[in-house]
């Protein structure tokens, strides 16, 4: 895929770890400070599209960004998580998981990934499909 920016070797200009079949990314959102990115170093649109050796590599490579983020920052928590296809968030057509330290004092802290999907105002008309 080459306009896409977690393809490799786009994607070597930022890694932080690499593996062989992932690269760890730091994220540089100001709001979200101290967060990483696990991306796999083939292009697979979704996470469903990931090989059984890049989901070994992956879990292994979250163990170790999570010891990273610890020594790095002392969250009080963390968020894990995969957007896939539009409609769920993902903005980049290449899979990645996102792992976001959280801390006590946030102003949102203690609420989930689904907090935002839980609101009324996200509620399906019956019917739709």
């Known amino acids: 895929m080459g306009d896409c920016p977690f393809c490799w070797p ?3 200009k930022e890694a932080v770890t690499v593996t062989a079949f992932n690269v760890l990314i730091r994220s540089f959102d100001p709001v979200l400070e ?3 990115m696990i991306v796999p170093k083939t ?7 990931l090989t059984a ?3 070994e590599d ?12 610890g020594a790095e920052s002392g969250p009080d928590g963390y968020n894990v998580g995969w957007n ?9 057509p290449h899979a990645h998981l996102h792992i976001i330290p959280r801390f006590a004092d946030e102003p949102l802290a203690g609420k ?8 009324e ?3 399906r008309q019956r019917g739709s499909n």
């Open 34 to 36: 101290g967060s990483y």
């Open 121 to 123: 105002s996200n509620r």
């Open 53 to 55: 050796e890049e989901w």
């Open 43 to 49: 292009h697979r649109e979704t996470v469903f599209d």
């Open 10 to 12: 786009a994607v070597q």
């Open 84 to 92: 896939c296809c539009a409609a769920g968030g993902q903005t980049v």
């Open 58 to 69: 992956m879990r292994d490579l979250l163990q170790q960004t999570k010891e990273r983020i």
């Open 112 to 119: 989930g990934i689904r907090h935002h999907l839980k609101q």
